[in-house]
């Protein structure tokens, strides 16, 4: 059974930045690709930005430049450094692994950002 545990959210004022991070146990595949999604109150779930095993990452164009996500292959694990946060990045935040057969979610984590 495989689980993407998330942590790291809570309550922040805009400017200010909080660090997410992302474990996933228990799969017998190497996980290709990690990212974060995020779903907001009354929208669809959307991404954030994403990693390969290799380094190469993806970001939404709303958060380039503020966030950054990195990956510990070793321990498979994925983090999302969030600066410059703003109200509008209120959301709870998913963590997401693919292998090369299944997709695992993490059970979300809340960020919210106050002004």
């Known amino acids: 059974q495989v689980q993407m545990v998330e942590s790291g959210g809570g309550l922040v004022q805009a400017g200010g930045f909080l660090r997410l991070s992302c474990a996933a146990s228990g799969s017998n595949f190497a996980i290709n690709l990690m990212g974060w999604y995020r779903q907001a109150p009354g929208k669809q779930r959307e991404l954030v930005a994403a990693?390969?095993?290799?380094?190469?990452?993806n970001y939404a164009d709303s958060v380039k430049g503020r966030f950054t996500i990195s990956r510990d292959n070793a321990k498979n694990a994925v983090y999302l450094q969030m600066n410059y946060l703003k109200p509008e990045d209120t959301a709870v935040y998913y963590c997401?692994?693919?292998?090369?057969?299944?997709?695992?979610w993490g059970q979300g984590t809340q960020v919210t950002v106050s002004s």
């Open positions: 990693i390969t095993s290799g380094g190469l990452t």
């Open positions: 997401r692994g693919a292998t090369a057969r299944s997709v695992y």
